[in-house]
């Protein structure tokens, strides 16, 4: 079966340290890999998706970068965060016929 | 561009009682529509998906509709338990995007 990895699962990072956030997915091939923002209260923000190797659609302008440099492996990424950047980062893989599964999540703060 | 609404907000009901989340959509052109729960902090669980060709999918208590040509889809939950508190958040699909909706807190109340 499938399964989807993200972490770290909770960071805690000042204003102008970079990021990177890791999602890996396992038992699937070729997968379609996405990142969301969900804000305190809010709902999901598409940040960035990719149908394949080196295949990033950024949706939303921003201090954010996505990379995938494999198959399976989606990282999320920035140089310099801002305190805006705080949230839920939440990875997901979907098959070709599309179908959304999320991993656990991981919880940014910015000071 | 699609944009997908949950009324309401929120919504606290006694144990055992029947209830029904809405979800809407401005574009009716989907390719499917998914219901998700969402505990405090965790990732979204997949509940339900329905196919843009179906008009109603079950599991256990749960039961969502679809109606593309109106832009409506229903989750019903039946014989509601404590267990059942969280948000639930509907998705519609457009090819290889996903919009969601803001969610709807349940709140069972023992």
């Known amino acids: 079966s499938q399964t989807i990895h993200q972490w770290p699962a909770t960071l805690v990072q000042p204003v102008g340290s970079p990021l990177s956030l890791e999602c890996t997915v396992e038992g699937t091939s070729n997968p379609n890999l996405y990142w969301y923002r969900q804000a305190a209260g809010r709902g999901l923000q598409l940040l960035f998706y990719s149908v394949g190797i080196g295949q990033i659609s950024s949706e939303v302008p921003q201090n954010l970068s996505a990379s995938r440099p494999q198959d399976r492996q989606f990282i999320l990424s920035s140089k310099k965060l801002l305190l805006s950047d705080s949230g839920f980062y939440l990875c997901a893989w979907s098959p070709i016929t599309p179908e959304l599964f999320f991993g656990e999540g991981s919880r940014l703060t910015v000071l | 561009k699609q944009e997908v609404t949950q009324i309401p907000a929120a919504l606290s009901v006694p144990e055992g009682e029947n209830l029904v989340l809405n979800c809407s959509f401005t574009d009716s052109a989907i390719y499917n529509l998914q219901w998700f729960r969402q505990d405090p902090g965790k990732g979204l669980t997949s509940l339900l998906l329905?196919?843009?060709?179906?008009r109603e999918q079950t599991s256990g208590r749960l039961n969502a509709s679809l109606d593309k040509s109106s832009g409506r889809s229903t989750l019903y939950i039946a014989a509601s338990q404590p267990g059942d508190s969280a948000t639930y958040l509907c998705?519609?699909?457009?090819?290889?995007?996903?919009?969601f909706g803001s969610g709807t807190k349940l709140n069972v109340k023992p």
């Open positions: 329905i196919q843009s060709s179906q």
């Open positions: 998705a519609v699909a457009n090819f290889n995007k996903f919009y």
